[in-house]
């Protein structure tokens, strides 16, 4: 069911309970600003899922309270996943949602990368 991303941050949100490792996931990448695993129910043959260690409910919330070097370091994560499983040369998509209209439904940021066959252009109905 999608969040609203107005309200405060849920650390009872399952990202945050696997950042304090209370649920398992398998994870591909791990610093002292970021979490990346794999997503539990994959929308292509790669998709992967990057999180901040913050508690920031949205890209909206964590570009208006997150420091500098917190997203710098997401930022770079997210990057860093992209080049460490070879999506630069043939490509992948990059999805964060926001909110009801974007169907968001942790309240926790998380983006989505997506990749490993041709995704096609992205549609707005």
Do not use: C
Request: aromatic content about 8%; cysteine-free; charged content about 20%.
């Amino acid at each position: 069911m999608p969040i609203d991303a107005t309200q405060p941050y849920d650390d009872s949100n399952i990202f945050a309970r696997i950042l304090r490792g209370e649920l398992p996931s398998t994870t591909v990448y791990e610093d002292d600003h970021a979490l990346a695993f794999h997503d539990i129910n994959p929308q292509a043959p790669l998709h992967i899922l990057v999180i901040p260690k913050g508690p920031y409910v949205s890209w909206d919330d964590f570009s208006e309270r997150g420091s500098d070097i917190e997203i710098a370091g997401f930022v770079r994560a997210v990057g860093k996943v992209a080049r460490d499983h070879g999506l630069v040369a043939p490509g992948y998509r990059l999805l964060a949602n926001v909110g009801i209209d974007s169907h968001q439904e942790v309240p926790h940021l998380h983006v989505h990368i997506f990749a490993g066959k041709q995704l096609g252009p992205m549609l707005a109905r």
